[in-house]
């Protein structure tokens, strides 16, 4: 398995963009698809999209695609979570995940999970 440890969050206002950051250790970092999934209070997690090994591909749930980007950097073992124009729905817990296996980046079945990062936006 791989160990993620998200960074980041904060309290930030509505309208401004925000990086999230997810450092890999352990099961070779290049050899992983990664994912990064969102948990608004009282809501279930919400997978918002996947990147690709090389990071030539991602995917992005419809409710995120035209505010969010995920890019990784390999050399550094670390995946990215940009969001743009920042939203107060946007507020939840955000996690990345990672898995060896499936390259479908649709599929949110991942096997490893980073603890969290909160973000909290203030309209």
């Known amino acids: 398995q791989v160990q993620l440890v998200e960074a980041g969050g904060g309290l930030v206002q509505a309208g401004g963009s925000l990086r999230l950051s997810c450092a890999a250790s352990?099961?070779?970092?290049?050899?992983?698809?990664m994912g990064w999934f969102r948990q608004a209070p009282g809501k279930e997690r919400e997978f918002v999209g996947a990147?690709?090994?090389?990071?030539?591909?991602?995917y992005y749930a419809d409710s995120v695609k035209d505010r969010f980007t995920i890019l990784r950097d390999n050399a550094k073992s670390t995946v990215y979570l940009q969001i743009f124009s920042l939203k107060p729905e946007d507020t939840a817990v955000y996690y990345c995940?990672?898995?060896?296996?499936?390259?479908?980046?649709?599929?949110?079945?991942?096997?490893?999970w980073g603890r969290g990062t909160q973000l909290t936006v203030s309209s």
């Open positions: 995940a990672a898995r060896a296996g499936d390259e479908d980046l649709s599929l949110a079945t991942f096997d490893s």
């Open positions: 352990g099961r070779s970092f290049r050899s992983s698809i």
């Open positions: 990147i690709s090994r090389s990071g030539k591909s991602t």
